[in-house]
């Protein structure tokens, strides 16, 4: 159900466009989960610029495809230390 790496491979018509993320919002209502990205800048007003909405069994997938990610990430670079807030 998930996709990463090279397990899931789509036809492009055009390269597909990155964007920084240095804040995000998340939100849900009972049928879907809402996660905004955008960038944060101190003294100026945040942007955002793209807005994610996935049906809350996919949005579990993501969480899982994105653990998987970061401890891969860990192995090979360390752990990181979160901050506490």
Request: charge should be negative.
């Amino acid at each position: 159900m998930h996709a990463s790496g090279d397990d899931w491979v789509l036809e492009q018509k055009k390269p597909l466009e990155g964007r920084y993320a240095n804040c995000f919002h998340v939100g849900f209502n009972s049928l879907e989960v809402l996660i905004e990205f955008g960038q944060c800048h101190a003294g100026s007003s945040n942007l955002l610029h793209t807005r994610i909405i996935l049906q809350p069994l996919f949005c579990m997938e993501l969480m899982g495809t994105l653990a998987k990610c970061m401890q891969e990430y860990e192995e090979k670079y360390g752990a990181m230390k979160q901050d506490s807030k």
